[in-house]
């Protein structure tokens, strides 16, 4: 323990203090080590383990069919491309290299936008990384069944934390209320200000969210920087059709 001397003063004379001896410095780290990791947890409650991906754990690149996509537009090369560029960087650079934001687009479903997507997040998370992993109605119902402080925990999750955060099927909700776009775009603004790194998958492109009233233009003006303007398109067949006999995604 060291004698300091305090800034305050009594009766003329500058008071003097016994510092905090070592062991006791210690027991202090080590509650406030324990407090960020208690907040840490109740975060996570309130938000619902978002960035637990065990569900998806069987959608891998091993197991994904590239075979059925042409050599030459083939979007899991693309995938593994971008996460190979991007893991080691702790965010994009709009001028250079990949693109902050994956854009998988298809007009039609099953064509396996988020088996991809889900193969992506699980080579981010092994790296480690941070993930963020939703489906846009599963996200909309747990946003709306939450109280205020949750909503901003949600969207901070997505928004700011996560290295990487995937939004699946974007797009169902048509002309959502005012409240729905303000949150989507509470995500996407810090996302867009940090370069966070992006994955979403859609049946409608940027334009079409912006026309579907799904997005609002600041928004989509923000995606559309973020991709580059570039969507990767999936050129195939409903492979749930084909293969009905199986269960997959």
Known sequence: ??????????KGRRLKLLSDCACNLAEIAKYEAFARRSDAY????????????????HLTFDTFDWRRYPAENNPAGEARAWIEAALPLPVADYHRGAVA???????????????????????????PRSVYFCNEMAWIDRYWSVDLETKRDMTHAAGERAWLTVIDDLGQRENPPASLR????????????????????????????????????????????????????????????????????
């Open 101 to 127: 934001c994956l854009y998988f687009y298809s007009p039609g479903r099953g064509r396996g936008k988020t088996h991809l997507a889900a193969a992506v997040a699980h080579v981010a998370a092994a790296y």
């Open 182 to 249: 303000n949150a989507w775009y509470a995500i996407f603004d810090p996302r867009w200000l940090k370069r966070g790194w992006t994955i979403i998958t859609s049946n409608w492109t940027p334009d079409d969210l912006l026309a579907r009233g799904t997005i609002s233009e600041a928004t989509h003006s923000r995606l559309v920087q973020m991709t580059g303007g570039v969507i990767v398109q999936f050129h195939s067949g409903d492979y749930r059709l084909e293969r009905h006999d199986e269960t997959d995604l």
């Open 42 to 57: 109740q975060t996570e409650t309130r938000i619902g383990h978002a960035s637990d991906i065990s569900h998806i754990r």
């Open 1 to 10: 323990m060291e004698v300091r001397e305090s800034r305050s003063e009594y």
